[in-house]
T-cell receptor, first 113, second 109 residues
Framework: KAGVTQTPRYLIKTRGQQVTLSCSPI?????VSWYQQTPGQGLQFLFE???????NKGNFPGRFSGRQFSNSRSEMNVSTLELGDSALYLC????????????FGPGTRLLVL | GQQLNQSPQSMFIQEGEDVSMNCTSS?????WLWYKQDPGEGPVLLIA?????ELTSNGRLTAQFGITRKDSFLNISASIPSDVGIYFC?????????FGAGTRLTVKP
């Protein structure tokens, strides 16, 4: 069974731009969660989607948004990028809601210049 | 966010040695998870623990879910160079998932 896939793997943007990251969960997994990982803050929860609905949201500004499609694939969008948004963005999938045992993708490394 | 206390922060060991790291929390969790992350990659699930007191092995790795449900440890026996990486603990309690800050393991051949 294929694991969680994320695209793109690397991205360079400039301040003020917007970016869209994509995540395809493990087949049969219906929950997708997004995390931001930085050296200083570690892993921080962004949001969780289950059945195309956002079920939980972390403490991030409204510039961070996401959605989930009927095939469970998910996208997250960051608008008006700031330098501090540079991070590894990780997607994790699980079978059900509530972030039960999660399997992570390889991440998208975003660099904002 | 990070609300699990994971220790040690880093370890430098000789190949063949055993390693032990642990996580504690002020909150109870229903599930404890241990992940390993290599540079530039996502965390890979090593062991998942679902019951208080549970002891689970995965090859040279052994992890236990504390009886109080507020702690967990991970042991690695007979370490090898490819064990190098950052090990994270995670506690999951329905919709609340927290991570430790990680233990950076260096194995000297």
């Amino acid at each position: 069974k294929a694991g969680v896939t994320q695209t793109p793997r690397y991205l360079i943007k400039t301040r003020g731009q917007q970016v869209t990251l994509s995540c395809s969960p493990i087949s049969g997994h219906r929950s997708v969660s997004w995390y931001q990982q930085t050296p200083g803050q570690g892993l921080q929860f962004l949001f969780e989607y289950f059945s195309e609905t956002q079920r939980n949201k972390g403490n991030f500004p409204g510039r961070f948004s996401g959605r989930q499609f009927s095939n469970s694939r998910s996208e997250m969008n960051v608008s008006t990028l700031e330098l501090g948004d540079s991070a590894l963005y990780l997607c994790a999938s699980s079978i059900g809601q509530g972030r039960e045992t999660q399997y992570f993708g390889p991440g998208t490394r975003l660099l904002v210049l | 966010g990070q609300q699990l206390n994971q220790s040690p922060q880093s370890m430098f060991i000789q190949e063949g040695e055993d390693v032990s790291m642990n996580c504690t929390s002020s909150s109870i969790f229903n599930t404890w998870l241990w992940y390993k992350q290599d540079p530039g990659e996502g965390p890979v699930l090593l062991i998942a623990l679902y019951k208080a007191g549970e002891l689970t092995s995965n090859g040279r790795l052994t992890a236990q879910f504390g009886i109080t449900r507020k702690d967990s440890f991970l042991n690695i026996s007979a370490s090898i160079p490819s064990d190098v990486g950052i090990y994270f603990c995670a506690g999951n309690n329905n919709n609340d998932m927290r991570f430790g800050a990680g233990t950076r393991l260096t194995v000297k051949p």
